[in-house]
């Protein structure tokens, strides 16, 4: 006997209503939904749209504008297909006339003491030392998606720090990007920033603008958002994080998404601390294995880590800190 879709028009009904909320959860993914976290396998992409449902948030409701236009490395995990190069304004970085070196000799040694003479003529001395987690009352964690992972896994900072914390954020939104929730609706990291004080700032992004624009260009715009950081929070310590590395799986076998790439990357990030107001850390020396590669087996994903993993990046963070004398 031959069955026809007519003849069961629930089943029809459910199977197409099934097929367009998936539809437009991964739309939004990147965009309405951009603040929700999600796997295939325990939260999958149609639950984006019955999450935000609840939380009156539509697909319709966020401008395009709201969503970063260049590919991330979220992106190009779900889809690797997608050619940063087809926008045909990639610089390409994989050449030899890059440098990957981050060993630090070409910039100020950040491993022990330091001097640095302050405006006025003082010498201003610090070191990386020990602190307990009240040293993060004040501080404020801004970053991608490997920030909101922290702030998911790592109690100790979550009940005592504030995070500025968005799934694929990068630097070239991370002034504007409207995300930060406050009893007002959501606002910019730079409404945010002027109007709470904090000691500290943290920064974490720069692993999504990897297949996008060129080293200089992604130096430059991280220098001027630091130096906008330092105008509105003008008795903060500014810590600038060097990127996480990826897993040799992921480095080895991607076009962009290097662990030389992101070397070239922090060596440009750790010359714009100044030694007095900003400083450069490297939580990389907590969960990188011999060759300079993440720990396959602190990764569920070959790029972000597992919850239990986060500890790891914790300790760094009580053990290099900026103590000044």
């Given at each position: 006997m031959k069955l026809k879709l007519s003849q069961f028009p629930l089943l029809f009904s459910l199977i197409a209503g099934t097929a367009v909320v998936t539809a437009m959860g991964f739309a939004g993914r990147y965009g309405a939904y951009g603040d929700y976290e999600y796997t295939y396998v325990d939260s999958p992409v149609l639950s984006l749209f019955f999450r935000g449902f609840s939380d009156g948030v539509y697909p319709w409701t966020v401008s395009q504008q709201d969503a970063f236009d260049g590919v991330t490395v979220e992106e190009v995990v779900d889809n690797p297909e997608t050619s940063v190069a087809d926008g045909g304004n990639v610089a390409d970085i994989s050449g030899d006339d890059l440098i990957a070196d981050v060993s630090g000799n070409d910039s100020a040694d950040i491993s022990g003491n330091d001097n640095i003479d302050d405006v006025s003529g003082n010498s201003i001395t610090y070191t990386f030392g020990q602190v307990d987690d009240d040293y993060f009352s004040d501080a404020v964690f801004i970053g991608d998606s490997r920030t909101v992972g922290l702030s998911e896994y790592c109690e100790e900072l979550d009940s005592r720090a504030t995070f500025y914390g968005k799934v694929s954020l990068t630097i070239y939104d991370l002034m504007n990007n409207e995300f930060v929730k406050t009893d007002n609706g959501k606002v910019s990291v730079e409404k945010a920033l002027s109007e709470n004080q904090f000691g500290k700032v943290y920064m974490m992004v720069g692993l999504n603008e990897i297949g996008t624009g060129t080293v200089e260009t992604f130096t430059q715009k991280y220098s001027e958002v630091v130096e906008r950081i330092k105008e509105l929070q003008p008795d903060a310590i500014i810590y600038i994080q060097g990127i996480m590395h990826v897993t040799a799986n992921k480095s080895d076998?991607?076009?962009?998404?290097?662990?030389?790439?992101?070397?070239?990357?922090n060596q440009a990030l750790s010359e714009l601390a100044d030694g007095e107001r900003v400083f450069y850390i490297d939580m990389n020396e907590a969960v990188d294995d011999e060759n300079g590669n993440l720990?396959?087996?602190?990764?569920?994903?070959?790029?972000?880590?597992?919850?239990?993993?986060?500890?790891?990046w914790h300790q760094y963070l009580l053990n290099n800190a900026v103590i000044f004398n």
């Open positions: 076998n991607d076009k962009y998404f290097t662990n030389s790439n992101i070397d070239i990357r720990r396959a087996d602190l990764s569920f994903d070959d790029v972000h880590l597992k919850a239990s993993s986060y500890e790891l």
